[in-house]
T-cell receptor, first 119, second 116 residues
Framework: EPEVTQTPSHQVTQMGQEVILRCVPISNHLYFYWYRQILGQKVEFLVSFYNNEISEKSEIFDDQFSVERPDGSNFTLKIRSTKLEDSAMYFC?????????????????FGPGTRLTVL | AQSVAQPEDQVNVAEGNPLTVKCTYSVSGNPYLFWYVQYPNRGLQFLLKYITGDNLVKGSYGFEAEFNKSQTSFHLKKPSALVSDSALYFCAVRDTRSYNTDKLIFGTGTRLQVFP
């Protein structure tokens, strides 16, 4: 069964450093997402990406964050200058389409996550 | 504000007994509702969804959920719990204000513990 993969599984970095979190979505999917989960808190939407551009971003997704789909398979999240409060589990998700009554294959498939620890 | 509430941090149930994990939502318009399960060190795994149609939806691993519009609820159920069902369960709703994207709003999660 196809699945979303993420690397690395755990990233430790110093405050102020840049990090890139990598995701390989399911190959025929068209919509891509990043979510994060701070320890003990709910999963929060960060950004969605479709047709090589951001569809929507949350208030969390400020100028320090960027996303890219550089080669048609990878989907990356970059944090330019990490802060302590960026420590969280980051989940990538992908879907073939948008949820709706026409087709049943539009749920988001999530990767296993990257745990980011900022020291 | 659009939101999802899971009022129970943890649900304990004996193996073989029925289980219910509660979820209520608040969105404008018609809700698209989802349940995901998270096992240790794994990503969120899709269980089932309600988009339209029958209020009782069936999903993976014998789980089902009942959409109740008047109570704005979407409780997850299973007739007979298994120890292997022990995990963290998340209810989510699609943000109806989103255009051309399926931004999901998640609840805080409910930990299900099934005891032998």
């Amino acid at each position: 069964e196809p699945e979303v993969t993420q690397t690395p599984s755990h990233q430790v970095t110093q405050m102020g450093q840049e990090v890139i979190l990598r995701c390989v979505p399911i190959s025929n999917h068209l919509y891509f997402y990043w979510y994060r989960q701070i320890l003990g808190q709910k999963v929060e939407f960060l950004v969605s990406f479709y047709n090589n551009e951001i569809s929507e971003k949350s208030e969390i997704f400020d100028d320090q964050f960027s996303v890219e789909r550089p080669d048609g398979s990878n989907f990356t999240l970059k944090i330019r200058s990490t802060k302590l409060e960026d420590s969280a589990m980051y989940f990538c998700a992908s879907s073939w389409g948008l949820a709706g009554p026409v087709t049943s294959y539009n749920e988001q498939f999530f990767g296993p996550g990257t745990r980011l620890t900022v020291l | 504000a659009q939101s999802v509430a899971q009022p129970e941090d943890q649900v304990n149930v004996a193996e073989g007994n029925p289980l219910t994990v509660k979820c209520t939502y608040s969105v404008s318009g018609n809700p698209y509702l989802f349940w995901y399960v998270q096992y240790p060190n794994r990503g969120l795994q899709f269980l089932l969804k309600y988009i339209t149609g029958d209020n009782l939806v069936k999903g993976s691993y014998g789980f089902e959920a009942e959409f109740n519009k008047s109570q704005t609820s979407f409780h997850l159920k299973k007739p007979s719990a298994l120890v292997s069902d022990s995990a963290l369960y998340f209810c989510a709703v699609r943000d109806t204000r989103s255009y051309n994207t399926d931004k999901l709003i998640f609840g805080t999660g409910t930990r299900l513990q099934v005891f032998p």
